[in-house]
């Protein structure tokens, strides 16, 4: 019993803290501008687009609703920002701090990606199988 109950919680604080990043993306999206890649067309539209990503990963999780497909669009998108974003900053980032940094959130987002994945295993079509 003790096992269910801590793998909810488990995955409502994920929740939180995905719909907290998503809706920090909708506050700040000019700050959160500083993330999108150069290369990358569309500008802003990216900082709101993943906001919304998050929110509804967050929702999916809450509701035990496309569970799986949540989870695993969650992780492809943290992944992506560990080998867009994140490494390339480390590997060429001007400053020890900025380097730093993106270590930091490059462990972050694997982490997270990571849990992600975990999460849309441990699903089926029903949702979560506790």
Same mark, same amino acid.
């Given at each position: 019993? =003790?096992?269910?109950?801590?793998?909810?919680?488990?995955?409502?604080?994920l929740?939180?803290?995905?719909?907290v990043?998503g809706?920090?993306?909708?506050?700040?999206?000019?700050?959160?501008?500083?993330?999108?890649p150069?290369?990358?067309?569309?500008?802003?539209?990216?900082?709101?687009?993943v906001? +919304?990503?998050?929110? /509804?990963?967050?929702?999916? &999780?809450?509701?035990? =609703?496309?569970?799986?497909?949540? +989870?695993?669009? /969650?992780? /492809?998108?943290?992944?992506?920002?560990?080998? !867009?974003?994140?490494?390339? !900053?480390?590997l060429?980032?001007?400053?020890?701090? !900025?380097?730093?940094?993106?270590?930091?959130?490059? /462990? =972050?987002? !694997?982490?997270?990606?990571?849990f992600?994945?975990?999460?849309?295993?441990?699903a089926?079509? =029903?949702?979560?199988? &506790?």
């Open positions: 019993m =003790k096992r269910h109950i801590i793998s909810h919680v488990a995955i409502y604080l929740s939180i803290v995905m719909a990043f809706i920090y993306h909708f506050m700040y999206p000019k700050e959160m501008m500083v993330y999108v150069t290369f990358i067309p569309g500008g802003i539209i990216w900082v709101y687009f906001g +919304g990503a998050f929110i /509804l990963a967050s929702i999916a &999780f809450v509701l035990n =609703k496309k569970v799986q497909l949540a +989870g695993y669009l /969650l992780a /492809l998108l943290l992944l992506l920002f560990v080998f !867009t974003i994140h490494l390339p !900053t480390y060429q980032g001007g400053t020890e701090e !900025t380097r730093h940094i993106a270590l930091i959130n490059l /462990l =972050k987002d !694997t982490a997270i990606a990571a992600a994945l975990h999460i849309a295993g441990s089926d079509a =029903k949702g979560i199988i &506790f």
